[in-house]
DNA sequence: GTTTTTGGTTGACGTGGGTCAACGGGCATG
DNA sequence: CATGCCCGTTGACCCACGTCAACCAAAAAC
């Protein structure tokens, strides 16, 4: 079993409770008593440089993570060297659920940029979820929004044409930044267009002739990573109408 | 939001210490005085005819439900009316985990033949798992197993081509078959061409093919919905080897 | 038992997106 | 400031799979 990147664990510990991100991660809906309960929980912080990982499927599972600051993608090796992303993470969302069912983690998860999480010791996780009414909610909450998430992914992958998945795309990606307090018009994506095709099933000569067709069609403005969202009702429209679809 | 198919609830309690599907179902790993405090949980028996629904796209969420006989497909749909079918499921699978995230499921799940289910009510377990230590564990084992088993098919949506997935299905069903007892070589398949084409993001006359091809090249024998793998070797290559794949 | 419907197979043809290749700009490194 | 690599763009070509259509078998309905 590889190792991963030697862990820096730098000596603070998280606060959920001073944490600006508790309305996104694990923590939201919980009471004020409840949340500083959860205080004890989360363990020390630990800092991810871009392009390194925070663990390798195959890893023993031990905690899961959320994220602090940066972003992350998720992904799945064929032994013939096919790669599939599949999915990208920002701050508050959580990493690693993949690891409870086997005990060890079954895909790859990799800073994108240099980024900072917040390591939730699993079993610690699962007492306090006996005794804290709120967590154990709110836990089972989000792995469920995970799987309707990996549904609508499946949806995209099987039934959508190649515009029609960028345009889905890139409106997630603007409603998350959006929830983060960014502009859902304007936003610097982290990943290269290669990742962005892994994940929606594409070459990623065909995600950079989607970009460039949007921009064509005044749909959006592009340059490298910046994106503008100029008629996000125009991208709207693409997911909604079938033009003669697979 | 529109009604389920009316509930037939016949009086008989299931009891998971009675139950022969133990090892496959939730209650896997967990020990004979945990086993009994389940037969509390699991409310009343469901049957559901062939073609209706246990639940819909936006019905109030109360409650997961366990295979006891038959099996499911689940499916999403788009506005324009696309169909993804999201999962097979057989006999001591759960299902209606999508609904936790919103207290609304998210998508349909329809019983391929007639079927029976163990209902088990949400906030019950949520109770019970405070209370029974093995539960909560395997509960979020199953819940993990769910999110692992979608980026499988992530993986084969995005980065397989038409063979391959239909030689991943077929591996994937025979496992399953046999994991309960039955063939592994030998069985008939519930679902139509369509179905599994939706599934793997595929044309059912592509389906169509690629089992002729299969046919013809004896890896298996197709009679309508019997399939025999008379080679399974055969097709587990198929999916290693990428031949020039997309 | 007959009719109708549904599901599955196969062929001919079209096309969306993959493949291959050339090129250029940004950004990191020294 | 120079160098090199990585990333993104674009064009030309091609092929896997979708589309359309005909046909047949099995199962369901009458």
Redesign the pocket.
Known sequence: MRASVPITVNGLKSACSQCNLVELCLPFGMSDSELSRLDELVGARRKVKRQQSLYRAGDAFEAIYAIRAGSFKTDVLLEDGREQVTGFQMTGEILGLDGISTEAHSCNAIALEDSEVCVIAYDKLEQMSHEVEGLQLQFHKVMSREIVRDHGVMMLLGSM???ERLAAFLLNMSQRFNARGFSAQEFNLRM???EIGSYL??????V??A??RFQEDGLIA?Q??HVMLLEPAGLKKLIQHQH???
């Open positions: 044409r190649a515009e290269t267009r290669e099933g594409l070459k990623l000569e065909t950079s002739r970009f460039s592009v490298q990573k003669g679809a697979r």
